[in-house]
């Protein structure tokens, strides 16, 4: 055995991946360096919205962590738990059902923030992150259907729906996506004749006094001048609350009606933080002047996990501490990769004082705001400025071609409206409710089956010759509904109504029915419900079910 | 109302897309078209294998419908059904639960193959389909997580295993398929420093004596040499019989280890086809010369779902009707839109006579053979060929300028191996299992609960210092296991192995673990069969259970 050096890196963000290549450049003799993280690729970040609008590609943003980092021993899995005392990282399976354990010498925990709707009622089952690559991919499909239906779509008030859309948080990535949201919907309307002419609605949330807190007061309000202008609704103190399929609920008692929620805001650091025995500070991982986790001797943090001192801040608050940007990831990486080196070899340590070089915000149509080294810009120079310095910042000379392309293309093409597909979505799903929706209304066709595992619903059912839905029925946690028309392959005998917030498990038609036709004791659970409900006063064939159908384009 | 004629096409391939731009293009005034397709783009089939090598980009053979043909009305859903006599489509539904209806007075029907694994053992389960746009992505993505894995992977007859990659099929899209994976591996192994110096094995099975029955022998033998000589194994007169998640099986009891089954094989035309009134031979809807379906005055049929009479056919056999190209069927919806409206109009129709230009396919590594209007061409010229046809025949400019460009950055760029992600898979899936097959063994961490359909396994546990597992229980179809390790979580304290070939649908834990919190009835009988099982002879606590871990890189 060797007497070389194991580093485990946990995170494959600027944060890890600058670290490992760090570490390698100036001890690749002595040491082994491993790196965990799901993705086998690095996200840069900066212009995740603009896959969004697709005047990137869709692989554009992405570096295989392979070529940028060639020397690190690159794991795609999860992290499951870290044992500090053991020195070993235990990472999920992989086609094998076993864990993947890796002992470290020093361990580097760069996890970065996640977007964690904990606690935000409906946000988890329906609101949209925009955190990861996958998330923009998703987001990008779920507009193009969204125009799609629109098109095709006879209901006015559905059609309006589907053509609001909604951004919480009006930071950076909010004000971004916004812009790249409209951009997008605007051009790619063109290729959808009734869409044209149709009023669309864009809506930022935001729950202080002014967007950008990043930036001074009167960039800020250059922006929100310059979005409003182009017709996007900016919605100040505004607090989202909640989310159902349909609507966005604001602490106001505001709703607006949306297919297209998209949330920025909740950021947290990774949950595996939580389980190390290491101080915190609002999950954050505290660390001293030379990112050493505080009381430790071989575990680094750094990035948006760790809560960075920066010693020539002038007052001890926030502003004491790095903020969680790309510029200060790559500079605390060289930091820590020097340190951990050091220690081993007994030398002296280097703290990290990086102070920052400025903010950059582009939005959208050529404009942008810009605070760097004291200078303020606003409009198009802004705008060149984020794209040479974003460009510039590009990690690799692929990503620079790739991207350079394809901005060239951008000019002469319109934006691509594919919409791919990528497997198929999970059969059982979360969804939540607001007391007056409808979870489904009598004659709508049988898709899911629902288990109510909080709230109420009331079950109505419009009979015979009467204008007016009688109440037959309360549900309540544990107890499931639809399933009847699923069995007997009919419409919705009823309509369901939520009366008090509810949260359900649904089941899709199709795994229901896989379920069902192989463990008997659901079938039979099932099919006896059933029959006991199809014997209540209001038997099926009495319903007048309406056709389960609408008429499209004469 | 406008006395305008409705016209319905079915299917957004090469054949529906071509009858509606020819209709429009013709009869812009007097009719309506309307076009049915599940996705808004239409692939550009011949260049699907180069996704999978990404020396095209992701999206670069996907031209949107609504570009391509602005006039007609796209609705992006499913056909469910067609009701002839009323003469409506009805489509599936989309953002809310309610049909969509199409009246027509003409119907075009144009939906194409579909991959079909019908009636062959676990092939629906375990093996790829490469028919849609989708299907390559999945098997693009597919390949890097197996690669992935393969690279960190300790265990060797795992690693080999990852490592095998198996195409069922010799024809052209078989052939594309393993050269182009073949080439792909080879290039993208260059960043994965174990994989360079192992041993990869790509095989390809076809049931005849020789590959690519689409051209003369001298071609096919060509052809065989050359992918032969680059280590691809060609086994001939194999029929592939079954596969597993570990294996495919050949019919003459060879057990291929692979991770990676690709069949192009079994292709029929459209389920919808069937349900339609109309004559069919084995699969196809018997049209006329003019193509109308037989017996019919307004249902026409064109491309790959229809058998379309060739009137200079020499011999009254296969060759007497067209084959299944792109070629054939653009010429197919020119005649069909013709004569659409010239019965109408009362004018007399027109036959399809149209005799094909030749066949080319592409060997990887600027090979390729083709034998075109009775020229015979292998190697260079025939690669050469190959890309100046199908760059020309791409429809539309956006198209031709993103190959274009992708073909020159892939000269100086190494190929893509970005894994993306696009949501998680669904949580039930059916697998298929061989005898002699476990389906997981003692000490595996617990991820999924399964339900037999049909077959049988046996239960067998290493009890204490016993050398040998014995048998402690049977399980067959209807019965579960493996949720004791998910209720405990407990790695699994016994091996199932399957003994008559078995079916069974797989839940994960986590949708297992949000079914059983909610449904009463589920938990109830899971926790009682727990008890149960946990009550036999060698309960948990003497079962020597091995740490369900691997470890990596010393």
Redesign the interface.
């Known amino acids: 055995?060797s007497d070389r050096r194991r580093i485990v890196i946990l995170g494959g963000g600027f944060a890890g991946v600058y670290t490992a290549r760090e570490l390698l450049r100036r001890g690749r003799d002595r040491i082994?360096v491993?790196l965990v993280n799901r993705?086998?690729?690095l996200v840069f970040q900066p212009m995740l919205p603009e896959v969004i609008s697709g005047s990137i590609?869709?692989?554009d943003t992405?570096i295989?962590i392979?070529?940028f980092v060639?020397g690190a021993?690159?794991?795609?899995?999860d992290v499951e738990s870290v044992d500090l005392e053991r020195r070993e990282v235990?990472c999920s399976?992989?086609?094998?059902?076993?864990?993947?354990?890796?002992?470290f010498d020093h361990l580097v925990v760069a996890l970065g923030n996640v977007t964690d709707f904990r606690g935000m009622t409906g946000l988890a089952e329906h609101a949209m992150p925009l955190k990861t690559?996958?998330d923009a991919?998703?987001l990008r499909?779920h507009v193009?259907?969204v125009l799609?239906?629109a098109?095709?779509?006879r209901?006015i008030g559905?059609r309006a729906r589907?053509l609001t859309f909604v951004v919480a948080g009006g930071g950076f990535s909010g004000v971004e996506v916004i812009a790249e949201l409209h951009d997008f919907v605007r051009r790619a309307a063109r290729?959808?004749?009734r869409l044209r002419r149709e009023k669309r609605r864009f809506i930022l949330l935001h729950s202080r006094e002014r967007i950008l807190p990043e930036v001074d007061e009167s960039l800020a309000l250059y922006a929100q001048r310059l979005l409003r202008r182009r017709g996007i609704e900016i919605m100040l103190n505004a607090r989202l609350q909640a989310a159902t399929a349909n609507h966005a609920l604001l602490s106001d008692g505001t709703r607006l009606p949306t297919?297209t929620l998209v949330a920025t805001v909740p950021s947290h650091p990774n949950p595996v933080c939580e389980s190390l025995a290491l101080s915190r500070i609002r999950g954050r991982i505290v660390v001293d002047a030379f990112l050493r986790a505080q009381g430790s001797t071989n575990v680094w943090a750094l990035g948006d996990c760790a809560l960075v001192p920066l010693p020539h801040a002038k007052c001890p608050d926030e502003s004491a501490f790095a903020p969680p940007t790309a510029q200060h990831a790559i500079r605390e990486a060289r930091v820590a990769a020097s340190n951990i080196l050091a220690s081993d070899e007994g030398k002296p340590l280097t703290p990290f004082t990086f102070r920052g070089l400025g903010s950059l915000c582009a939005l959208g149509h050529r404009k942008g705001v810009a605070q760097v080294m004291g200078l303020k810009l606003a409009g198009l120079p802004a705008w060149f400025l984020w794209r040479t310095v974003y460009w510039s910042k590009l990690p690799g000379a692929?990503a620079k071609?790739?991207v350079g392309?394809s901005w060239i293309?951008d000019l002469?093409?319109?934006p691509?409206?594919?919409?791919?597909?990528?497997?198929?979505?999970?059969?059982?799903n979360?969804e939540h409710f607001e007391p007056g929706q409808p979870v489904?209304e009598q004659g709508?066709?049988?898709?899911r089956v629902y288990?109510?595992?909080r709230g109420r619903a009331a079950v109505e059912r419009l009979i015979d010759g009467s204008a007016e839905a009688q109440t037959v029925a309360h549900l309540g946690a544990?107890q499931?509904f639809g399933e009847m028309a699923l069995l007997n392959r009919a419409p919705?005998n009823a309509t369901v109504r939520c009366i008090e917030a509810m949260d359900v498990?649904s089941i899709q038609k199709g795994?229901f029915t896989?379920?069902i036709a192989?463990?008997?004791?659901?079938r039979t659970?099932f099919e006896q419900t059933a029959r006991q409900r199809g014997d209540r006063p209001a038997p099926e064939r009495d319903i007048p079910s309406p056709p389960?159908?609408?008429?499209?384009?004469?």
């Open positions: 055995m082994d491993h993705e086998n690729y590609g869709i692989a992405t295989p392979r070529r060639p021993q690159l794991h795609m899995r235990i399976p992989g086609f094998q059902p076993r864990h993947l354990v890796l002992p690559h996958g991919l998703v499909n193009i259907h799609e239906e098109e095709s779509e209901d559905l589907l290729s959808y004749p297919a692929a071609l790739r392309l293309v002469v093409l319109p691509d409206i594919v919409q791919l597909r990528l497997g198929r979505s999970s059969g059982i979360h489904f709508d066709l049988g898709d288990i109510v595992i544990g499931y919705r498990l795994e896989s379920l192989n463990l008997d004791v659901l659970q389960a159908t609408g008429r499209a384009g004469d």
